[in-house]
């Protein structure tokens, strides 16, 4: 099982990295220290994978994101810092200009609903956790908006920075920004 998981976070960076159609299973299997034949073994196709890859980082993340909004000993900033690079933060780095387009259409094509529900999902959540906080009662009329605002800036961060450190710095000036407002 660890071998699998291991498989599927080198093919899911593979495909951020080079695109769905750049991509051979061949690359795959070199990267994660299998033969094809071995990666076969696993995965009918291409398209497999990719669906494979795509749900089980989409299920890391939303436990990951559930955990960080769950952790009260944090400051209610820190817990939405610690949701939105659960989210995004980890793909900081990733795509490449060129790759972005082929992603998300062979992700959409590969995935149909599957992801937009799991953003939505994210979104919800994170839209909760605002609204019940004592701290941002105050942004109840707007939160929904606050929300769309972070989401705008994870998606655009997570592919044009180049450093974690960025990304974190960013998004925790624009989470200040929208808990102040």
Known sequence: MEKQE???QIALRTFLRYGFKKTS?????????LTR???????????ELLKCSVEKALDDS?????????TKVLSLEERIFH????????????????SIPD?????????????????AQFRRKLTAVILSSPETAHLAPL???????????????KRTL????????KMREAIHLCCQI
């Open 83 to 98: 949701a939105l690079d659960a989210w995004f933060g980890c793909y900081v780095g990733l795509f490449t200009p060129e």
């Open 103 to 119: 992603w998300e259409f062979h992700c959409n094509r590969v995935m149909g609903e599957e992801v937009e529900q799991s953003n």
């Open 162 to 169: 180049d450093s974690h450190d960025a990304f974190a710095g």
């Open 25 to 33: 299973m061949e690359d795959i299997a070199k990267a994660a220290g």
């Open 143 to 157: 939160a929904e908006t606050a929300v769309e605002m972070l989401w705008i800036c994870g998606q655009k961060w």
């Open 37 to 47: 034949q071995g990666l076969y073994f696993h995965f009918q196709n291409k398209d």
């Open 6 to 8: 291991y498989v599927l």
């Open 62 to 70: 939303m436990q990951a994101v559930t955990l960080a909004l769950d």
